[in-house]
């Protein structure tokens, strides 16, 4: 499913396996993770219910430079973020901004947003 620029893919496990799948995965191939944000975990400390919703913020210096060199708007959007959420039926989603939104949005070639093209065999793994 895409909109706006916003792939969601759907996981076969609930939020926390996901994104704990997805984290093996991004470190497995080398790749930093610099953050976890509980946008759920947050909110319940605010005083509202919210359904499971995690950000994952990871990248590789080596594949984003070269891309906010070319548009320094581009780190905005970099690193790259997974977003793994429970919509109102119980079910899970990756969801991320599409490479080709990212190009369009940055001015940047197809060629080089190649650079940022794994994100999609990545949350195809962890939705599996």
Avoid: C
Avoid at 33 to 61: C, Q, V, W, Y
């Amino acid at each position: 499913m895409t909109s706006a620029g916003i792939v969601s893919v759907p996981s076969r496990s609930n939020v926390d396996a996901t994104v704990e799948k997805l984290k093996t995965i991004v470190a497995s191939k080398g790749i930093t993770i610099f953050a976890l944000i509980d946008h759920s975990g947050e909110a319940e400390k605010a005083g509202f219910e919210m359904r499971n919703t995690k950000l994952l913020i990871f990248g590789n210096p080596k594949s984003g430079t070269p891309l906010m060199l070319a548009a320094p708007t581009s780190a905005l959007d970099l690193p790259l973020k997974v977003l793994v959420w429970e919509d109102a039926q119980g079910r899970t989603w990756l969801s991320y901004n599409s490479v080709d939104y990212f190009s369009e949005r940055h001015g940047i070639s197809p060629g080089l947003t190649q650079n940022i093209a794994g994100i999609e065999v990545l949350v195809a793994k962890a939705a599996e």
